[in-house]
C-alpha cells in the first residue's frame, strides 16, 4: 500500500542536484568507514533508497495486542526544549517505547571506530549525521523493538529533515506530531544546564530560569531538576551542551527541521504546544491537550 509514495519520495530524493551529490558521496563513504572500523552491522554499500527500504522492512508493526495503544507519534522542537522529558514520560504512560535518535547516535558513537571520529566531529559541531545513516540506525532499532513484540513508538529528534519526513511518511502513518516550543532566552540555559549520570542515564537539569514577565508576557518560572545524591558525583554534560555548539544546532533547526513542522502542518497532523514552564505546570497541561488526563488519572490512581 506504500509501495508509491515510498518510491516517489526515495526517487524524488535520488535525483537531487549536484551538492547533495557531494554530499551523498561523503555520507557513503562514512557509512562504509564506520561500518568496517566500529565492527558496526551497517552495510558496506548502504545508500538512502537502501536504508530507507530497510526502515520499510522494520517499521511494519504487527497489529496490537493493546487495542488502542499503537501509537506512532513524533515529538518536534528546537534542542532543549524537553522533547526528551515529555516523550519519555508519554511513552510510560501509552505503554510504547520512546525512541531517541540522539541516542542512538551516542550509542554508536560510543564504540571505538577509526572513522567514527568523523561523525563525532558532525555530532560535536552540532550538525546533523546523513540521513542514510539514521534511518539505518533507526531501521535496527525499530526491527530489534518488532523481534521483542514492541508495537508502536514515540520518535523523538526523527524526522529532522524534509527528506527524512518524507521517507518515514512513505513507509508508515504517523497519527500525530507533538511540536514543543518554548521561549528563545530558556533553551540556551537549558542546554547549558543539562547534565547526565554516568552510571543510570538520568537525565537532570541545575538551569534555574527565571524569566520576568512583561506586557506581552508572563513569568516564566523552570525549577532545576536536580539528580539524587547518589548521582550527584556522577554527572556529565554532552560534549554538543557547550555555548557554542547549542547555537550552532539552534541554527540548524531552523534550517533544517523548521521545513518539517510545515510539512506536518499542511497533513494537519501538527499539534502545537507551548511549554508554560517546568514539569509540575507544562505536564498537566500537556495531558489536557492530548485527551489523556482521564488515562494519567487512572493509572496514578492504580500506582
Ligand atoms: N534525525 C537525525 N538526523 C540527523 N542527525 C541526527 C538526528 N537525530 C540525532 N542526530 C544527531 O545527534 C545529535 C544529538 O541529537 P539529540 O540528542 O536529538 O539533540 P538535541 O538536543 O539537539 O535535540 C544531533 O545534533 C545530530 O548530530
Redesign the pocket.
Known sequence: MHTNHFSMAVSHRLFRPATSTVKNIFSSYLIRSLSSSSGSSLDPEIDLKEAASQLEKSSSSSPSPYKGRNFHWVFL?????G??TYASRLSSLLGVPHI???????EELSSSGLLSSQ?KE??NH??????E??ISL?SKRLQAGKEKGESGYIL??????VT?AEILEGVTNIDLVINLKLREEALLAK?LG?RICSECGGNYNVACIDIKGDDHSPRMYMPPLLPPPNCESKLIT?A??TEE??KE?LR??NK?TQPVEEFYRKREKLLEFELPGGIPESWPRLLRALHLEDLYDKKSAIA
Open positions: 522542537g528546537c534542542p532543549g526544549v522533547k526528551g531517541a535518535t540522539g541516542d542512538l547516535v551516542r561523525l558532525l555530532v552540532g550538525k546533523l549525521v546523513p540521513d545513516f539514521i533507526l523523538d529528534g526523527f524526522p529532522r529533515t527524512q542546554c543539562r554532552r554538543d551542551d555548539v547549542v544546532r540548524i533547526y533544517m
